[in-house]
């Protein structure tokens, strides 16, 4: 926010230069991006008075002028046509500087030498906005000015010898959205005093009734407080140059004198106003209520707007009239034929204004203000400010009385005293009485017999003890907090399980070849119509989202993977191994949803076994031995016969396969993909809890090949369940090491080659010590119609 410092000195006495006044401000918490002076750039501009005009001998289009700039007579060759014999005008010396950068210099116009230039509005940087009696192609004659004036700084004569300094205002703070709760602030730094503006106001006999019955708010929920005050006898001019100079200082551009003191008090008190003719209004009510579904509404800025439902608007009795809190309506809009005019001060909802100006792609001075979720107090006092400037400037007659609707009255709020807690939060002892007299320049009184700080209507962020102690030690000074050294014994924290176990997980895929990727949180509703096995309701929705791509909550990683596989494909990559590990999220029956941590591995240019050996190196890493591999599974993002769920002790710990082909159509990938998802909680729960030392072995083992021919449908684990089944303290490891099916093999068969090692703790085993459990287990193995091959 930028501010003019003439502005906030007329409202708070500044006993410091403007460095020193930046510093302290930044200090305390208001803080400070930076200052310039305006018009900087203009140097060595002076007033001056044209004594003598006489035309150019060789050149009837060029004047030449005598100017008295106090020390010294110039001579100055001008073309322009509306200079005359006692003008004051601005003159630039020779090695004055202009607003563009442009540098002066002595110029000879054949035969005649101009000692400067008499200077335009553009060339000064200034506009008609801000001296509209100035003209726009010509001199810029100045008014107000005597001899007294001449020799003169230009910026000095103007007034306009000002410093702007911008404030960087944080959204919890919206009472310093304005030049009076800056003053306030500085107040409080420099211990100096605050000038509140005027509030005293005549009104006329006549009467709002005469004019309005009644301001209606539907909803207390869209607007806490709205007040009409009407101005009669309008007579629309511009503003007083002091009014459109510090107008002009904070960004804004005058347009007549009503609209200027809406700008005007919404910058010093910080409350948004807005006039509206009010001959243009429909009927003798006013309504604040929502718009109705695809309502249209002509702005200010001249564009026609279509309104939701969720939208709130300021409405006559036949259409809308303003979009509440963003900009009004062009209908009912203050021009030059003005005689009566409706004055608005309300409260609205600030979340409801920012979706509003968000969807109309429409941010003003006036929704960023309501935003921050102004207090109704604001209201009343920007209302009793507007209709004191209105008769100061003689804009019009206020008429008695007002329509004040209040349906959520803002209540007093008050803290208890604790300046033990003061004392233990900041680390610093400071006198109670300096405490009370801080808070006091802030306007937080304190009731000695309540034991109890009285925090003001305007001060929204205060509400306890803590807040209290930041407003003390702020302007206190956090330069004044002592430097201490701790001493303590050192704790240890250390990482739980579940920390350990992702960091292992990330470092064996990382030296495996996997490239880790992150991705975004929040996704669109729209991949659920490509997904299987999901509900949209089921998703946490987001209540103030980016955009419809960005609206809900993730609940899977498989969407991240198919976009990045089809990110690196696109790019002629066509071997990729990446993994994520992250949250997915679901609705539950609590206030907060289910969160899940999963990790999914995404492969194109590897095969489904190859993915499988290394989840299976992973399990074996993270000592979980007891995993299986079943195709038996409902996953519809799979491939139906490619793919399979992996559980361990009845836990269902994740899938794998290749991703279904329609899928992969979907998101515009051509290969062949595999994809694996485990969950982290559920490999917590199989995990091997402790971990057995194991001598290296005294005695050789046996080592027996078995080559099996096993149904079609039988798969490799029932083999393998059967070893576990009969396995004993020799039995010490078996595994699968090759598959084959062909012309050997008969037609519904194919062949499992596995090898089992056998080792005794005790002994050198021998032939007769294999052959019982051998038996048993091809025994049991014959019941699945498995055999040896012959």
Known sequence: ????????????????????????????????????????????????????????????????????????????????????????????????TLANGKVINKLEFKGVVSEGMLCSLDELGLTSAEFPYADENGIFILEGMDDGKLGTDIKEALGIDDIIIDFEITSNRPDCLSVVGLAREIAAVLKTNLKFPNLVYKESEDRIENYLDKIEIQDKNICRRYIGKVIKNVKIEPSPQWLRKRLIACGIRPINNIVDVTNYVMLEIGQ??????????????????????????????????????????????????????????????????????????????????????????????????????LSPYFAEIAMQRACALIEEIGAGEVVRGSIDTYLDVQQQVTVKADFSYIEKLLGVSIPQDEIIEILDRLEISYDREKEVFIIPPFRVDVTDMADISEEVIRIYGYDKIPSRVYMGNAVSSGLTKKQKMVNEIRSFLANSGYYEIYSYSFESPKVYEILKGYRLDDAVKILNPLGEDFSIMRMQLLSSILKTLYLNLSRNIKDIKIFELATVFKKSNNKLPDERLVLALGNVGQDFYFVKGILENLFDMLRIKDIDFSSDHTNLNLHPTRSAKIVSKDTLVGYIGEIHPDILSSFDIQARAIYAEVYIDALLEVEKKEKKYVPLPKYPAIERDYAFLVPDEIESRVIEGVFKKYASEILEDFYLFDVYKGQQIKEGFKSYAYKAVFRSKEKTLSDDDILPLQEKILNELKNYNIGLRE
């Open 272 to 373: 948004p106003l807005h006039a509206f003719d009010l001959n243009k209004i429909h009927g003798r009510n006013v309504f604040v209520r929502l718009a109705n579904d695809g309502e249209e509404i002509i702005t200010l800025d001249g564009v026609k707007r279509t309104l939701r439902p969720v939208d709130i608007v300021i409405a006559d009795e036949d259409r809308a009239i303003a979009v509440a809190g963003v900009m009004g309506g062009l209908e009912t809009e203050v021009d030059e034929n003005t005689k009566t005019v409706l004055l608005e001060a309300a409260t609205f909802n600030p979340a409801m204004v920012r979706r509003t100006s968000r969807y109309l792609g429409l941010r003003t001075e006036a929704s960023n203000r309501f935003e921050k979720g």
């Open 1 to 96: 926010m930028k501010v003019s410092l003439e502005w906030l000195k007329s409202l708070v006495d500044i006993n410091c230069g403007v460095d020193k006044l930046v510093e302290k401000l930044t200090m305390t918490g208001t803080k400070v991006e930076g200052y310039e002076r305006r018009l900087y750039f203009v140097k060595n501009v002076v007033v001056g008075k044209v004594l003598e005009i006489s035309l150019h001998p060789e050149n009837p289009n060029l004047s030449i002028c005598k100017v008295d700039v106090k020390d010294e007579i110039l001579t100055i060759i001008t073309a322009a046509k509306n200079v005359y014999r006692g003008a004051f005008v601005p003159v630039a010396k020779v090695g004055a």
